[in-house]
T-cell receptor, first 111, second 114 residues
Framework: KQEVTQIPAALSVPEGENLVLNCSFT??????LQWFRQDPGKGLTSLLL?????REQTSGRLNASLDKSSGRSTLYIAASQPGDSATYLC??????????FGAGTRLFVKA | KAGVTQTPRYLIKTRGQQVTLSCSPI?????VSWYQQTPGQGLQFLFE???????NKGNFPGRFSGRQFSNSRSEMNVSTLELGDSALYLC?????????????FGPGTRLTVL
């Protein structure tokens, strides 16, 4: 059974710091991996999607990597800003009609 | 291109009542998935519809049901509401299946059961 774990559950950093959020999974048979951002009480915003054949994707200050062999994905945020404060979730596309979400990492960037 | 829309945005109901939530996917998307999000349980999958057929279902009681129309719009219904049904209900759409394509989420419907 596929399990998705996000560590740490919460993170507080000063503005300007580079940071890494982690997502680990137990079964490497995935179709893709997607990172989302969620602001309190709001819906999820798609940040990056990595296909299983890819190693990384970049968008602005965000870089997501995927290592299927080790069952890990990381989301790197460069030069963090207070506006980056949110909960970040990773989701595994397992093919077909199945997506598995992690519990999320709550990020707080202090001004 | 308009995003995923959900109506209503907020609902207050009392125990025992029923409720219907609506989700309009991004134009051209064929899949709609529904999720329940609570502080204690996080994001939990309810069901996914693709081409008007339910393709996958999460571990929820039969009080939770849904359907999808020919224009891909979807509704979910909760009957005999319980206090524990208070949650943010999110829908997501994708062009293909949820497990293969990017999912785009709506803003959610906040349901409060008194």
């Amino acid at each position: 059974k596929q399990e998705v774990t996000q560590i740490p559950a919460a993170l507080s950093v000063p503005e300007g710091e580079n940071l890494v959020l982690n997502c680990s999974f137990t079964d490497s048979a995935i179709y893709n991996l997607q990172w989302f951002r969620q602001d309190p009480g709001k819906g999820l915003t798609s940040l990056l999607l990595i296909q299983s054949s890819q190693r990384e994707q970049t968008s602005g200050r965000l870089n997501a990597s995927l290592d299927k062999s080790s069952g890990r994905s990381t989301l790197y945020i460069a030069a963090s800003q207070p506006g980056d404060s949110a909960t970040y979730l990773c989701a595994l596309g397992a093919g077909g009609f199945k997506t598995i979400f992690g519990a999320g990492t709550r990020l707080f960037v202090k001004a | 291109k308009a995003g995923v829309t959900q109506t209503p945005r907020y609902l207050i109901k009392t125990r025992g009542q029923q409720v219907t939530l609506s989700c309009s996917p991004i134009s051209g998307h064929r899949s709609v998935s529904w999720y329940q999000q609570t502080p204690g349980q996080g994001l939990q999958f309810l069901f996914e519809y693709f081409s008007e057929t339910q393709r996958n279902k999460g571990n929820f009681p039969g009080r939770f049901s849904g359907r999808q129309f020919s224009n891909s719009r979807s509704e979910m219904n909760v009957s005999t509401l319980e206090l524990g049904d208070s949650a943010l209900y999110l829908c997501a759409s994708s062009w293909g299946t949820s497990g293969t394509d990017t999912q785009y989420f709506g803003p959610g419907t906040r349901l409060t059961v008194l």
